[in-house]
């Protein structure tokens, strides 16, 4: 795996191993053929809650072509954002 950390390689081992189904939500609707390059979707981290708001800033950055997003109940999804700095 080319990206993440030992303990979020590890969380996905786990969740292949308990057969839980997964997506990918990459690609937004406005990136076209520079999906992955183009990132629109927003996070901003939240100290006080340790969570993540996550937002897009208009509907070009919807993401769209999510892999098994329409066919079952996702579990759990890789999301790719910009992290926005505070």
């Given at each position: 795996?080319?990206?993440?950390?030992?303990?979020?390689?590890?969380?996905?081992?786990?969740?292949?191993?308990?057969g839980?189904?997964?997506?990918?939500?990459?690609?937004e609707?406005?990136?076209?053929?520079?999906?992955?390059?183009?990132?629109?979707?927003?996070?901003?981290?939240?100290?006080?809650?340790?969570?993540?708001?996550?937002?897009?800033?208009?509907?070009?950055?919807?993401?769209?072509?999510?892999?098994q997003?329409?066919?079952?109940?996702?579990?759990?999804?890789?999301?790719?954002?910009?992290?926005?700095?505070?």
């Amino acid at each position: 795996m080319g990206l993440g950390n030992e303990q979020q390689v590890k969380s996905l081992d786990d969740m292949q191993n308990r057969g839980e189904l997964g997506c990918f939500a990459l690609t937004e609707k406005f990136a076209g053929v520079n999906s992955g390059l183009v990132v629109n979707t927003i996070a901003e981290y939240l100290p006080s809650t340790n969570q993540f708001h996550i937002y897009t800033p208009n509907k070009g950055a919807w993401k769209n072509w999510i892999s098994q997003g329409l066919s079952v109940r996702v579990q759990t999804q890789t999301l790719f954002f910009s992290l926005a700095l505070t």
